[in-house]
């Protein structure tokens, strides 16, 4: 069965850190292309970043601020936030694709305020 699942959201004030994770089960990470999604209130859901064998994208909005990477032993992606803003304030998915499949997690919750 496959999953997703996201976990290191939580509160931090502006100029903090958060580092997501999304662990995967029922297939391999390195085989897929995996994204990192967020949502705002009142928003569409946009891209983050993705990570594509060794190629790295970035939303023009979190470069030089978010890193994605990939550990292919625990089978998990990170997103590390850096330089956090009020208005990285979203929820955050994490997504898996490969040809025709497409699997999202849950969801975690990032809040930036003081």
């Known amino acids: 069965q496959v999953q997703l699942v996201e976990s290191g959201g939580g509160l931090v004030q502006p100029g903090g850190s958060l580092r997501l994770s999304c662990a995967a089960s029922?297939?391999?990470?390195?085989?897929?292309?995996m994204s990192w999604y967020r949502q705002g209130v009142g928003q569409e859901r946009g891209l983050v970043a993705s990570?594509?064998?060794?190629?790295?994208n970035y939303a023009d909005s979190v470069k030089g601020r978010f890193t994605i990477s990939r550990d292919n032993d625990k089978n998990t992606v990170y997103l590390q936030m850096d330089s956090l803003k009020p208005e990285d304030r979203a929820l955050y998915y994490c997504?898996?694709?490969?040809?025709?499949?497409?699997?999202w997690g849950q969801g975690s919750q990032v809040t930036v305020s003081l």
């Open positions: 997504k898996a694709t490969r040809m025709f499949k497409e699997y």
């Open positions: 029922g297939f391999t990470v390195s085989s897929y292309v």
């Open positions: 990570i594509i064998r060794d190629e790295l």
